[in-house]
């Protein structure tokens, strides 16, 4: 089922936390919701869930204005970052819960509760109380209880942040291919960058109180349409400079790359888009290591460069290099969105 979002806004008390939003999510996608602590990213869930009204603007799904429906009506799964199970019911009785609310008759739910079992990957928990089985489980059993009722749309507000990272990325491959098997659409907010590029078709960015940016990881990541998207995502440099007819002029040289327009630009790059080579332009000033990686600080006149390298062979602070820049897709942001 699709999803719009239609010029939202909401406001608490005096705080306007969603500003004439404008969101879009075709049927069968996964769209990953970034944005900084407080943005407004659960707010967004509450007003398509309808936990939360909006004060301004409409949401429909598959065209219909559901504005106005209240929330059992809109056949939507919630899935909260933590599992608020009922403690005094067993792993299936909680899964069936709201199949029996909704009258369902027992064979139905039977059948429907062990498809779902089967689904998460729960087997042998059945008859467990939530106090007795782990975090990921319980998790897993609020997944199969928000899809019980057999929604065609799942909403995620940060649903794996308690979990350690080996367990998340488990449970980021079994939505996903839940997602894939039953064609849901799904909104998912989380604050981790790196479980949203693996995990999304789309990734919206929502930055003071509008989304920004909406676009496939690999745009997200590497054609920001802002600086603040750029350092949203993580390390990068700006290099200054002028655009004239598709050659870009700047301190370090020429480049040529396809831009939109002329005047003044900055071309992007995020560290690992530049290569090392043996050269004397460039000195390292300090490095970091992340891991398998090292970024390092290099130099040349006023600039400075953040490169990225394997951490395997480790350069010494002093040392002088060259740097090669990649001669194709390059990104440019030009001067209206340097903000
Ligand atoms: N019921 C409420 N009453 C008053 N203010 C609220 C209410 N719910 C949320 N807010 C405020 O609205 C803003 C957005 O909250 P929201 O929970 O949507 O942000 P978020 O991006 O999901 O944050 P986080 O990533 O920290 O969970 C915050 O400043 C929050 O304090």
Redo the contacts with the bound molecule.
């Keep these: 089922m699709k999803i719009v979002m239609e010029n939202i806004t909401k406001t ?2 005096s ?1 306007k ?1 969603l500003d004439h939003l404008n969101l879009q999510v075709e049927e069968g996608k996964f769209l990953s919701i970034l ?10 869930l ?1 007003i398509i869930s309808g936990l ?1 009204g909006q004060d301004k603007g409409r949401v429909f799904i598959d065209g219909i204005d559901i504005s106005n429906y209240p929330t059992e009506n809109r056949n939507i799964g919630y899935i909260f970052q933590s599992p608020l199970l009922f403690p005094h019911m067993t792993v299936e009785e909680n899964i069936a819960f709201g199949l029996q609310v909704k009258k369902w008759d027992s064979k139905r739910i039977r059948k429907r509760t062990t498809e779902l079992i089967k689904l998460l990957q729960i087997e042998g928990l059945e008859k467990r109380l939530p106090p007795m089985i782990s975090g990921g489980q319980q998790q897993r059993v609020a997944i199969a209880r928000a899809l019980a009722p057999e929604p065609r749309i799942l909403l995620m ?2 649903p794996f942040s308690s979990l350690d990272s080996k367990l998340r990325e488990e449970m980021g491959a079994l939505i996903k291919e839940i997602q894939e098997k039953l064609n849901l659409t799904i909104i998912f ?1 989380t ?1 981790d960058r790196n479980e949203s590029l693996a995990l999304s078709h789309e990734i919206g960015i ?1 930055l003071d109180g509008n989304i920004a940016q909406i676009d496939t990881p690999k745009n997200i990541y590497y054609k920001p349409n802002s600086n603040k998207v750029a350092k949203f995502m993580g390390l990068c440099n700006f290099i200054p400079g002028r655009i004239q007819g598709n050659i870009f002029y700047s301190r370090l040289g020429e480049f040529k790359g396809v831009a939109e327009e002329d005047g003044k630009a900055k071309l992007f790059l995020r560290p690992e888009q530049i290569k090392i080579c043996e050269g004397d332009n460039f000195k390292i000033m300090s490095y970091k290591i992340t891991g398998r990686e090292i970024i390092y600080r290099a130099k040349t006149g006023d600039s400075c460069l953040l490169v990225e390298d394997s951490a395997q062979e480790v350069l010494s602070v002093g040392q002088t290099i060259g740097l090669i820049f990649p001669n194709k897709n390059l990104h440019f942001i030009h001067k209206r969105s340097m903000i």
Excluded at 35 to 44: P, Q, V
């Design positions: 608490y008390g705080e936390v944005g900084y602590s407080g943005a407004g990213k659960s707010t967004i509450k939360v507000d940060e907010v604050h929502l």
